[in-house]
């Protein structure tokens, strides 16, 4: 029985919990304030960088299928 106790003492397997909320509200509030300062800027710039990386795939996989019919 005091093994137990000393144990809920000594142990610290919740603190990670609160750390990881802590990092995660950090990680937030970084996100909101450049996207603040950029003023859609940013936003334009993620759009195209999908669009690039969407063209891409869709380039390959034409390829692939031509390749795959011959």
Do not use: D, H, P, W
């Not at 669009?51 to 891409?56: A, E, K, P």
């Amino acid at each position: 029985m005091s093994n137990t106790i000393k144990r809920f003492f000594i142990e610290e397997s919740g603190q990670g919990i609160t750390e990881y909320g802590a990092v995660l509200a950090f990680v937030a509030l970084l996100v909101a304030l450049v996207f603040s300062i950029t003023r859609g800027a940013l936003m334009s710039a993620i759009s195209a960088a999908f669009s690039s990386v969407v063209s891409q795939l869709n380039n390959l996989s034409k390829s692939a299928a031509g390749a795959s019919a011959s």
